[in-house]
């Protein structure tokens, strides 16, 4: 599917957007109102996401679309239960284990019961492998050397899952993941 650059932005020339490759995949999971995409890197998940990244501007900037939110993925400026939905697109893994635990806790936090958080992250050896096959340098943000879907479900799904459920879990044909889980 080719995205309407009046919906999603334009991308960058030479580097396609993580989200945009796997888009449709996340679509039936996404709320149609109240949703985060952080880190958003200049092309929401969906035209509606509030585009949240780095206060000081984007990490990466892959499409056009501006930033609306400017704060630390750490502590969300939010009441508790207020938000339908967050996704989030290669970012956690830019913490240690423990981080991310922390970091979800937070998003969680945030979110109505019913509601959603959606990860698309790297498998780290398929990402690495990738990188030695193109020529791309490897991000050298990536904090866990073995990290992976299963790692994320052994050690820090493991230690959030209270109170949410798991929606979708699946390794992807490139070098990312997806997984989604619910608020009860």
Not at 4 to 16: K, L
Not at 43 to 61: E, I, K, L, R
Not at 64 to 92: A, N, T, W, Y
């Amino acid at each position: 599917m080719k995205e309407d650059p009046a919906v999603y932005g334009t991308p960058t020339p030479h580097h396609q957007s993580e989200t945009s490759k796997h888009r449709e995949l996340f679509l039936p999971y996404i709320p149609s109102c109240n949703v985060l995409d952080i880190g958003y890197g200049g092309d929401p998940v969906v035209p509606w996401a509030v585009c949240c990244d780095m206060s000081d501007g984007s990490y990466t900037n892959v499409g056009d679309v501006p930033m609306q939110l400017g704060f630390d993925c750490r502590s969300l400026p939010f009441k508790d239960g207020v938000l339908e939905g967050i996704f989030s697109s290669h970012l956690i893994e830019d913490f240690t284990y423990t981080e991310q635990v922390q970091i979800l806790k937070e998003w969680i936090r945030c979110i109505r019961p019913g509601g959603v958080i959606a990860l698309l992250q790297p498998d780290q050896q398929r990402f690495e492998a990738h990188c030695a096959a193109t020529g791309q340098g490897l991000n050298l943000g990536h904090k866990e050397p073995e990290y992976s879907l299963a790692t994320f479900k052994n050690i820090v799904w493991n230690r959030i899952r209270g109170g949410m459920t798991r929606l979708k879990a699946q390794d992807l044909e490139d070098y990312s993941w997806m997984f989604v889980m619910g608020k009860l």
